[in-house]
C-alpha cells in the first residue's frame, strides 16, 4: 500500500521559513515525479513544486520561485520542501502527491488529477 505522509506545517510569521517533508513508502516503481500541491480557502488546487526520481529535474511554481526549494533523500525516501521568506498568500494546506509519469507536466498546469497519491496535507499558515 502507498503512503505519503506530510509533516511540517504550522504557523509562521511573513518573512519566516518552514521546512515540510513527505516520507513515501509502498512503491513498487522508482520512476515517478513527487512533489506539493497546495490549496488556499476558496481556491483552486495549484501546483507547487516537484522532482523527478527519473531525472532529478525539478519544477518550481513562478509564485515561489527562489524562495521554495525542494529536495530528495533517497535513502528515506522522504521528499522535503524548504520554504523561506514566506508571505501570508503561501498561507494553505500543502499536499504531497505523486505522478506516476515522471515528468511535471501536471504539477505545471495545477492538473491534480494527473496524481495517483495524495497525502493528507499539512496546514501551513503565514500571518502578516
Known amino acids: 500500500e502507498v503512503q505519503l505522509v506530510e509533516s511540517g506545517g504550522g504557523l509562521v510569521q511573513a518573512g519566516g521559513s518552514l521546512r515540510l517533508s513527505c516520507a513515501a513508502s509502498g512503491f513498487t516503481s522508482d520512476r515517478y515525479a513527487i512533489g506539493w500541491f497546495r490549496q488556499a480557502p476558496g481556491k483552486e488546487r495549484e501546483g507547487v513544486s516537484c522532482i523527478s526520481t527519473i531525472d532529478g529535474h525539478t519544477y518550481y511554481a513562478d509564485s515561489v520561485k527562489g524562495r521554495f526549494t525542494i529536495s530528495r533523500d533517497n535513502a528515506k525516501n522522504t521528499v522535503y520542501l524548504q520554504m523561506n521568506s514566506l508571505r501570508p498568500e503561501d498561507t494553505a494546506v500543502y499536499y504531497c502527491?505523486?505522478?506516476?509519469?515522471?515528468?511535471?507536466?501536471?504539477?505545471?498546469?495545477?492538473?491534480?488529477?494527473?496524481?495517483?497519491?495524495w497525502g493528507k496535507g499539512t496546514l501551513v499558515t503565514v500571518s502578516s
Open positions: 502527491a505523486v505522478d506516476p509519469s515522471g515528468t511535471s507536466w501536471s504539477f505545471r498546469a495545477n492538473y491534480a488529477s494527473g496524481m495517483d497519491y
